[in-house]
């Protein structure tokens, strides 16, 4: 999968799996409507996160998974950073409408525009509660039994036509919040992510969702020119 486009393909699965925020459900059973109407109720109070995470791509295409690792920050309402540790370090911010993915090992910087039109339907509007999944998913308990540590698991399958055929998710019965999260497209697909060390509300820094890269990184920008970018050991 092209860098640029596994970028957005993970932006856009993050915010579903984080946000959630928007379980308002159609008639599921009702161990499912109780499970995912706490959910709901514990996302819509958060105003910060905080997680590790492991990251799982498995496709049929290739025979060992390709395994990817670091933290998460998110912060209301529209600020949110992946910070990947392992195997190759880089990064993944949204900031005022600038979607920026770092690269270190190359010394390279893409930049794109991304208005709160484009990313809401994403992202924004999950995160922050302001939508709901009513129209969007249809949720079912999953027959797998879930994990140790699991409040529950649920399955979203889209109402419409979506490049996701369903999401799994499992609830964490110490905080309420999403531990496990599985994306499967119809050709098999999976994309897997599991958290930890999950801090609901911490205090974040602003200088978490500042990005300085060195003097010498390559910037490339997808579109007109943006704001200047900042590097290290400059004002």
Do not use: C
């Not at 499992?170 to 098999?188: H, I, P, Q």
């Amino acid at each position: 999968m092209p860098r640029a486009l596994r970028a957005l393909v993970l932006t856009a699965m993050a915010g579903t799996l984080i946000s959630l925020t928007a379980f308002a459900l159609a008639s599921p059973p009702p161990q499912s409507q109780s499970l995912a109407a706490r959910l709901e109720q514990k996302l819509r109070g958060l105003k910060s996160l905080q997680a590790d995470f492991d990251q799982y791509y498995y496709s049929g295409t290739v025979s060992k998974p390709l395994h990817e690792k670091g933290r998460l920050y998110f912060r209301k309402p529209d600020l949110m950073r992946w910070e990947y540790a392992e195997p190759e370090p880089k990064v993944f911010l949204y900031k005022d409408e600038v979607f920026s993915q770092y690269y270190p090992e190359d010394s390279q910087l893409i930049r794109s525009a991304l208005g709160k039109t484009q990313y809401e339907s994403e992202v924004l509007t999950l995160l922050s509660g302001q939508k709901s999944l009513e129209a969007d998913y249809k949720v079912e308990p999953d027959p797998a039994p879930p994990e140790a540590g699991s409040a529950g698991r649920l399955k979203l399958v889209p109402k419409a036509e979506s490049e996701y055929a369903a999401i799994t998710l499992d609830v964490d019965s110490r905080t309420g919040l999403v531990r496990k999260a599985v994306f499967e497209d119809a050709a098999g697909n999976r994309t897997e992510f599991i958290f930890n060390k999950i801090k609901a509300n911490p205090k974040l820094k602003a200088s978490v969702f500042v990005l300085e890269v060195p003097p010498d990184t390559e910037v490339i920008e997808d579109e007109a020119p943006l704001v200047p970018v900042k590097k290290e050991g400059r004002a």
